[in-house]
């Protein structure tokens, strides 16, 4: 399945995507008993009953069913709880600074009021100098996880997507710490869809791109993290309870603006397009 959150913002309705894409299934209009938001949805047990109504869309009554032409999506998770990031999660991203790789992740987290959609804008800050991109493969929490194994991670996970760490660099540099420069509202579009476990694939092996204006700017694939998801959840859910809802970006390849020589930053109107193979792609301009 690929669930979305669609409509207007702070109205967002949950909804599957059918027929590749072209049209979204208002899952509460289509069985009332179905949540009509992503949060209540993942808090209760209504997977079965989802697949069951999505088997054959052929009945749906057509005030269920919308063009997704002209809707706006929002984050899956338009008002997660946690957004748990990991830094220096990538072999070719600890290379291309000379770092050792991390013997344990490294932890930070972004303000959920960075949440935004996959194809809404992203706001350049007053006063902000040094604008960068970051490609990531997002996990999206499906139950309550504490104290996790790495070999039962997968029980805990609704599913993937794509997920944007836009990062101001002056402030994360400069404060020393790096919640502020990652945490400006609309720094963390993410999306356009959870997409279950069963339809995502291999998630430890997607290939994982991102574009500014047309030019390829990071280009890897999952299988070089250094701590794979199940070690991601095993770790933080040792003393961090994780709730539905809750979404893991679980770090960035080489490539990114900063460190490009010159540094390759971004500005007001660039375009930035971001890809998970099979995952969706996130289109985000700079505003």
């Not at 204006?213 to 070690?231: A, D, F, M, V, Y």
Request: charged share 20%; with cysteine.
């Amino acid at each position: 399945m690929r669930l979305v959150s669609f409509g207007p913002l702070g109205q967002e309705r949950l909804g599957a995507l059918i027929e590749n894409g072209a049209r979204i299934v208002d899952l509460n209009r289509a069985d009332a008993s179905i949540p009509a938001e992503m949060l209540p949805f993942l808090r209760g047990d209504f997977w079965a009953r989802t697949q069951a109504l999505l088997a054959d869309t052929s009945k749906l009554a057509p005030q269920a069913v919308v063009k997704r032409a002209g809707v706006r999506l929002g984050a899956p998770v338009p008002r997660p709880g946690l957004i748990v990031c990991i830094g220096l999660n990538y072999k070719d991203h600890a290379d291309e600074q000379g770092h050792p790789y991390p013997p344990a992740p490294l932890l930070f987290s972004k303000g959920p009021m960075a949440a935004c959609g996959p194809e809404d804008d992203v706001v350049y800050p007053e006063g902000v100098e040094q604008l960068d991109y970051e490609v990531e493969l997002g996990v999206i929490i499906g139950k309550t996880a504490k104290k996790v194994q790495a070999e039962d991670a997968g029980k805990f996970i609704a599913g993937y997507c794509v997920f944007h760490d836009v990062s101001a660099r002056c402030a994360q540099f400069g404060d020393k710490q790096w919640f502020r420069g990652k945490s400006f509202d609309t720094f963390a579009p993410f999306g356009p869809a959870l997409v279950t476990p069963d339809e995502a694939g291999d998630a430890g092996n997607l290939n994982i791109t991102c574009k500014v204006n047309g030019e390829t700017r990071q280009n890897s694939s999952t299988s070089k993290l250094i701590h794979g998801i199940p070690k991601l959840v095993e770790y933080i859910t040792r003393g961090i309870t994780l709730q539905p809802g809750d979404v893991i970006a679980t770090g960035t390849p080489s490539g990114v603006g900063v460190f490009f020589k010159p540094p390759k930053l971004l500005k007001r109107g660039d375009t930035v397009e971001l890809e998970v193979q099979g995952l969706g792609k996130l289109v985000n301009r700079i505003v």
